[in-house]
């Protein structure tokens, strides 16, 4: 085995266990990092939120000891593909990704209900302390790499390039909506924010981030049962899918924002555009999902949808030439591919045929 070969096989390895061990790392120093916070600003015994981030880390591990599994039978197995392997699955391929995720973000959502609404320890946070408001955001925000960690630990490092477009497609999106999320919290920093807000907008500032943390979930389930690319998932879920991004994260976060700007005077954040943008993009992806648009002649979806869905992708070029298997066109000429080194190619036609036939007739 040549040298390279074998350095990009050691390479590839370790990157793999590195992006795993770091993923249950930061997932632990989430765990940590809030669980301080309530500890040191609220009391009480909060000791028992460490085995939750313990929990966590736990299935985190056990979601990717399944999926290395898996992949090691379908390299193990090549003469059938992933979808033949996990025939017959009705929770998708892989599912212990998504089932870890919402375990994980079900433990952190009551977290941040306790600091920013309950305790109070969100509004009395001062910049100057170590343990501060910049301190809680940078926590909440590992959120997104361990989203995309995660994603990179579930599928197939062999993926086509249709598949991984399809995936980076799917995800590509999220982690801007939880770091987007974390910012939209920093307007209950009341130290920082000036700001005194009613009662049921405070309310809506957590509702939405907390219901951010969830939806990624949803995009796991449906990684999971499109098999990560490997065959289409229902248009329906897709449409459920994109829509609730829209109508959970990106208009209520740009409709707070607009009204905060505007009858609060309170500082435009730069997730109003991105806001925007999402929105438009989004409504775009409802359009392509219903059908509507067929630049391909596929159905709606046809653009994102998995390569092995394209008809075009199922056409396989057979190598193996066989004389028998020639089909003869009217008009056309064949070259007699049955010649020696020093002969020469024999052409024959339909039509000069039938120029022979006329000659012997007349």
């Not at 700001?195 to 049921?200: A, D, G, R, T």
């Not at 500082?267 to 067929?294: P, R």
């Amino acid at each position: 085995m040549p040298c390279r070969k074998v350095c990009y096989e050691v390479c590839d390895t370790t990157r793999e266990v590195i992006t795993r061990i770091v993923s249950i790392l930061l997932v632990l120093l989430q765990g940590g990092i809030l669980d301080t916070f309530l500890y040191l600003h609220y009391g009480g015994n909060w000791f028992c939120w460490f085995v939750a981030d313990a929990v966590s880390a736990i299935l985190f591990t056990a979601a990717f000891v399944v999926a290395v599994e898996h992949y090691r039978k379908t390299k193990n197995n090549s003469k059938e593909s992933e979808s033949q392997l996990c025939h017959g699955r009705a929770l998708g391929l892989l599912p212990l990704g998504y089932v870890a995720w919402f375990t994980y973000s079900g433990l952190v959502v009551p977290r941040v209900v306790l600091i920013f609404k309950h305790t109070g320890i969100a509004a009395g946070l001062d910049e100057d302390d170590i343990l501060g408001p910049n301190f809680l955001k940078t926590a909440l925000a590992l959120t997104a790499p361990i989203f995309l960690l995660m994603v990179l630990s579930q599928h197939n490092k062999r993926q086509t390039l249709e598949r991984k477009h399809y995936i980076q497609t799917l995800v590509a999106a999220v982690p801007f909506d939880i770091l987007d999320s974390v910012e939209f919290l920093e307007i209950l920093f009341v130290q920082e924010s000036r700001l005194v807000l009613p009662f049921f907008l405070e309310n809506l500032i957590i509702s939405f981030p907390c219901i951010n943390f969830i939806i990624p979930g949803f995009c796991f389930v449906v990684l999971s049962h499109s098999f990560y690319g490997e065959r289409p998932f229902s248009e329906r879920f897709q449409f459920i899918y994109t829509l609730s991004h829209i109508l959970l994260v990106n208009v209520p976060f740009l409709a707070i924002r607009i009204y905060l700007w505007h009858l609060l005077s309170h500082d435009i954040s730069v997730f109003f555009i991105k806001n925007i943008m999402m929105i438009c993009l989004g409504v775009n992806d409802l359009y392509e999902i219903c059908g509507e648009s067929d630049d391909d002649g596929v159905g709606g979806a046809g653009a994102d949808m998995p390569p092995s869905r394209n008809p075009r992708a199922e056409l396989v070029f057979n190598d193996t030439y066989d004389p028998d298997d020639l089909v003869v066109h009217p008009g056309l000429q064949y070259a007699n591919l049955h010649v020696g080194v020093n002969d020469s190619y024999e052409v024959s036609s339909e039509s000069d045929d039938d120029d022979d036939d006329d000659d012997d007739d007349a």
